[in-house]
């Protein structure tokens, strides 16, 4: 018998499992045919302390080791509701030679999870699964807008349009040359003797500093047209703290560093485009300094109109993966005349 007309019992709601095991969290996410989310269950990899970062197998391996745990706190959830698809990150960009081994781990139990369930599977890149996670249910946002993905393995000002051959149309129309907006937080982080990830940690330094931080501690914002950098800004940072800045007034000029960077980008890339939406996305995103001093920037009926997940969808996270899933498969559904 097919999936969708199994009798269930008292499993009546259908649910959509969403897979995410990216370079540093393992995430599973479990939402209900309305796109409630039952279940956000995570695990953050651990990194020995003074690291910058972990080798891709080392990664690997910590998710593999991860995804039963994860499991196990599903089964109340799963048991009370029927699986009627699984969605997971195979990518982490819709590009060609988009790659990493992390994501395999997600992939071998999503694919065989399916298999043996007999529910469609449904792929996507990690980077959608962010977009998603900040643009469900968020009123207002357009079908055509710029999305700022910065997190510690990417920084880049996204066009986001409705897609064709995957859920979303993504265009690149600025990114860094060097360094991510999130590798510039944990390198100075972990120099200032911060964890990594360093980003909770640094903005609590940051906010230490006071309304009137040091004048002399500045990190300028370097764009170059559809081009930033930020290695400049590390090695700034770096000569302060060698210097005997203190470590608030540091971690300041970061935040405000990578707030003035996304002003310059932003207003460029408005123009370019014609589109006064942004969606903020990403690990570093979550930062509520940086949102903030955004938000004071363009406030105003002329400003850009701010959109953004909450700062625990922002991060890492399989939510974003699973509400894709379930437009798939309402999709999927839709085609073949069936009802959920």
């Not at 209900?32 to 990194?47: F, M, N, T, Y």
């Not at 990830?197 to 501690?217: F, H, K, N, T, Y």
Request: charged share 20%; aromatic share 6%.
């Amino acid at each position: 018998m097919p999936y969708w007309t199994r009798s269930w019992g008292t499993r009546s709601v259908a649910a959509v499992l969403g897979i995410d095991t990216s370079a540093y969290t393992t995430s599973l996410a479990l939402v209900d045919e309305s796109g409630q989310v039952l279940e956000d269950a995570r695990s953050v990899l651990e990194v020995k302390p003074g690291a910058r970062g972990m080798r891709q197998s080392e990664a690997l391996f910590a998710h593999t080791r991860n995804l039963p745990a994860l499991f196990a706190g599903l089964q109340e959830s799963l048991r009370s509701h029927h699986l009627v698809a699984v969605a997971v990150s195979t990518r982490p960009r819709n590009t060609t030679g988009s790659y990493m081994p992390v994501f395999l781990a997600g992939e071998c139990v999503g694919r065989s999870l399916a298999s043996v369930t007999g529910v469609p599977l449904f792929t996507c890149s990690h980077q959608e699964g962010h977009v998603m996670a900040g643009a469900w249910g968020c009123p207002g946002l357009p079908d055509r807008y710029l999305a700022v993905h910065f997190s510690g393995g990417t920084s880049e000002v996204l066009l986001v349009e409705p897609g064709r051959e995957h859920f979303y149309d993504i265009t690149v129309v600025a990114a860094t040359s060097d360094l991510h907006a999130g590798q510039l937080v944990d390198r100075v982080g972990v120099r200032m003797g911060l964890p990594f990830p360093s980003g909770p940690a640094l903005e609590a330094l940051a906010r230490a500093a006071g309304d009137a931080p040091d004048r002399e501690v500045y990190l300028p914002a370097a764009v170059q047209g559809a081009s930033f950098s930020f290695s400049g800004a590390e090695t700034r940072a770096r000569q302060l703290l060698e210097a005997g800045a203190r470590r608030e007034a540091v971690a300041m000029a970061v935040l405000r560093c990578i707030a003035n960077t996304l002003e310059r980008v932003l207003r460029e890339q408005r123009s370019v485009h014609g589109v006064d939406d942004v969606l903020l996305v990403g690990g570093v995103m979550a930062n509520a300094w940086i949102r903030e001093r955004l938000q004071r920037v363009w406030a105003g009926p002329q400003g850009v109109r701010l959109h953004s997940a909450s700062p625990r969808l922002s991060t890492d996270n399989a939510v974003g993966v699973a509400w894709l899933g379930l437009s798939r498969w309402r999709q999927h559904i839709a085609e073949r005349g069936m009802k959920p």
